[in-house]
C-alpha cells in the first residue's frame, strides 16, 4: 500500500495547475480525525473508538483526483500529557505541524472550543494555511454552532470554517473544496492507488489494538501494544497466516486479555480478523497471544520497538 516511484506520473502526464500537499489533521482528542480521514479515503486505514489517546503516531493517507493529490497526516489527539506514553503522543503530534502545507484543525462540536483549544491556536505555526472542520454537527443544534465559529474566528482569524459530520459525510466535499485551494501547485507524491504508506503488517496490529480497546475498560487499553509477529501468504489457498503479540504490563490485565477459557482473547482475534480480510482481500487465519512486559509504557526504549 506504500509509495511506488515507478507509476508516479511525471510533471507532463499531469494537467497545468496541478496542486499538491501536505495536510496534517491536528485536534484535541476524540475529535473525529481518524474517522473523518477514513471517510475521505472510503477505506479504513486509521483505528476509532470511543476513547481518548486512540490514535498514537502520524499516520499517511493519499486522496488523488486527476487535478490535485492530498496527503493527509493523522495525527494523535492534542492533550496536556502526563506520564512518558502520552508526552510521546503529543510529541508526534507536533512533529507533524512543521511537514504540512495546510493543518486541518478538528473541533469537537459537542465539546465546543475551550481553553484546550485556546492552547492549539498557540501551538499552530506561522506562515501556515489552517482549514477548520467543526465535526458532530450532526449532534449539536444548529443554534449552539454559531457562538463555536464565532469563537474559532477569533482563534484562528481568516481561516475556512467548515461544519462538517465525519460520521454522516455532511459537509466534506465542502472541505475538501476548501483544502484544495489552499496546496501549492506541484506534482504527485505518491502514485495514485496509493492510499497510505503503513505496511499491511502496521495496520493489521492496529487492528488488534482497536479490538483491544473495544473490548476492555479503565488501564488497560492504554497498557497494550500490538506487534505482527509473522505474515505468511498462501496464494493457492487464498490465505494469509498471521501470528500477533498483545503486550501488557501486568499480569492481571493479561488474565483480563485472554477471559475465562480464553473467549475474550477469541472475540478480538474475530474483530481483527474481519478488518484483515477486507483489507488484504483474502481469508485470513490469525492467531493472537499475549505477553507481559512490564511497566513498558514508563520505558522510550520500548516506543519505538512497539511503533509508537
Known amino acids: 500500500m506504500g509509495k ?60 488523488t483526483d486527476p487535478a490535485w493529490q492530498i496527503v493527509f497526516i493523522d495525527t494523535p489527539g492534542y492533550h496536556r500529557a502526563s506520564g512518558l506514553l502520552n ?9 507533524a505541524l512543521p511537514d504540512a502545507d495546510v493543518i486541518l484543525w478538528m473541533i469537537d462540536a459537542e465539546v ?39 469563537r474559532m474566528s477569533q482563534l484562528a482569524p481568516g481561516a475556512d470554517l467548515i461544519p462538517v459530520s465525519a460520521l454522516t459525510g455532511e459537509g466534506v466535499p465542502e472541505l475538501m473544496k476548501s483544502l484544495v485551494r489552499e496546496l501549492p501547485e506541484g506534482p504527485r507524491f505518491y502514485s495514485s492507488d496509493t492510499l497510505t504508506n503503513e505496511s499491511e503488517r502496521g495496520l493489521i496490529a492496529e ?37 500477533a503479540t498483545i503486550h501488557v504490563e501486568r499480569d492481571s490485565q493479561k488474565g483480563i486479555l485472554i477471559g475465562r477459557g480464553g473467549q475474550k482473547l477469541k472475540v478480538i482475534g474475530a474483530g481483527a480478523r474481519r478488518d484483515a480480510e477486507r483489507l488484504l482481500g483474502t481469508r485470513v487465519f490469525l492467531e493472537l497471544f499475549v505477553r507481559v512486559q512490564r511497566e513498558w509504557t514508563k520505558r522510550r526504549g520500548a516506543f519505538d520497538e512497539f511503533g509508537v
Request: charge should be positive.
Open 4 to 63: 511506488d516511484s515507478s507509476t508516479i506520473a511525471g510533471p507532463g502526464d499531469l494537467p497545468s495547475g496541478h496542486r499538491s500537499g501536505f495536510v496534517a489533521i491536528f485536534g484535541r482528542p476524540n475529535a473525529g480525525k481518524s474517522t473523518l480521514l477514513n471517510r475521505i479515503l472510503g477505506q479504513k486505514i486509521a483505528i476509532v473508538t470511543p476513547k481518548p489517546q486512540t490514535t498514537r503516531r502520524r499516520l499517511l493517507g493519499v486522496k
Open 207 to 243: 487492528f488488534v489494538r482497536e479490538k483491544v480497546m473495544l473490548q476492555t475498560r479503565q488501564e488497560v487499553p492504554y497498557s497494550v501494544a500490538v506487534t505482527v509477529d509473522s505474515f505468511e501468504e498462501k496464494p493457492d489457498r487464498n490465505l494469509s497466516v498471521i501470528r
Open 87 to 95: 508526552e510521546r503522543m503529543v510529541e508526534n503530534a507536533l512533529k
Open 112 to 150: 465546543g472550543p475551550d481553553g484546550l483549544e485556546t492552547e492549539i491556536a498557540q501551538k499552530l505555526p506561522g506562515r501556515r494555511s489552517v482549514v477548520i472542520a467543526l465535526n458532530k454537527v450532526d449532534k449539536v443544534r444548529k443554534e449552539l454552532l454559531l457562538p463555536m465559529i464565532q
